[in-house]
């Protein structure tokens, strides 16, 4: 089967990248993959040999799983990692300088889970769903300030802040989870991006004005794959660019399938959308080199067949994206980079759904 696929000449895709301080040697992204294998928050030396393997492996810019900050519910599993606290922020030192001995950048992906901001859920069994208070929302967007100063000190060569896929600051997005009556909540999108905004602009102030920060965003509502949070470009604008103009360098455009037009009319993706309405960089990522999507994966357990990249080439030469991030095909096979450069195509792992519970 496999050999039927035409695959071309990817050069293009492995130019270098250059974005204020980020210098890349080419274009492909490990997208952040939770992996639950820190325990009590701390990576320890598997997890700075599973990320130094993809550097060696030519990768060129690593977005590592979710981290979070510190906050009592900024986690639903006591294994994933922490992005604050001196034994974590040690593991991540070791995972940094692991990566750049290789010769890859590193990025890591701070998180904050949900529940919603109107009926939000601290681990306590003392606490009940409770609004987040004034003050609960001023900590969370310190705390998020908090860990990308932690990247910085860290030597980290970006940070990208998870915006996407129902975690905290998305539920600020929709208007079914954030129901809050104060000014972080509204009836436009552009009202409810405020929290997100806030965020942007502490890290901001955190890190300066060189440090590259990436936002990553999604159109996905957590029920409903089908449901867009900007139903048309205009309002895809009006909750973009105030994001942009409050700090972030590259967007990181989440799809399940990066090939699906994101409005009628016009075959741009997501990523295409954003980088045509704020000229800044972007990220497309979903089902990159693979015939199943992560969903697939997820709710029936799919594993998946290698595909040809050719139409992502056609997407990046026209210039709708800059960066391409890589999920399953990076955690199956960590030279998956440096097989399509050297053009092995068919040494491709293909994807099987039983690696999720393996970090190699
Ligand atoms: C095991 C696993 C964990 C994931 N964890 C995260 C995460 O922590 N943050 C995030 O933004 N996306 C996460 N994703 C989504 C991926 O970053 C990516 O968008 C998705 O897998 C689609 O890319 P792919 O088709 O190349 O796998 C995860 C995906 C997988 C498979």
Redesign the pocket.
Known sequence: MRNKIRYMDYSALFSPFQYKGLHLRNRFVM?????VKSPDGIPGQDVVDYYGRRALAEVGLI?T??TVIDRPASKNEKDIPNFHGEASLEGWKKVVQAVHANGGAIAP?I?HVGDSPSKWTPPSPFESPATMSAADVAQTIAAFAASAKYAKDLGFDAL?I?G??G?LIDQFFWHDSNTRTDEYGGKTLKERARFGIEVVKAIRAAVGPDMVVIM?VSQWHRTDYQAKLASTPAELESWIQPLAEAGVDIF?A????YWIPEYDGSDLNFAGWIKKITGQPTIT??????N???ME??SKGAGGDNTDINELLRRFDRGDFDLV???????QDPEWVKKVKEQRFSDIKP?EAKS?GVLY
């Open positions: 997208a952040p993959m939770t992996r977005l799983e979710g992906q998180w990208e998870h996407a896929h975690y990553r990181h989440s799809q399940r399938r990522v979903g089902s990159v080199g693979l199943t999507d992560v994966t997820f991030a890589v999920g399953r095909q990076l955690l994807f999720l």
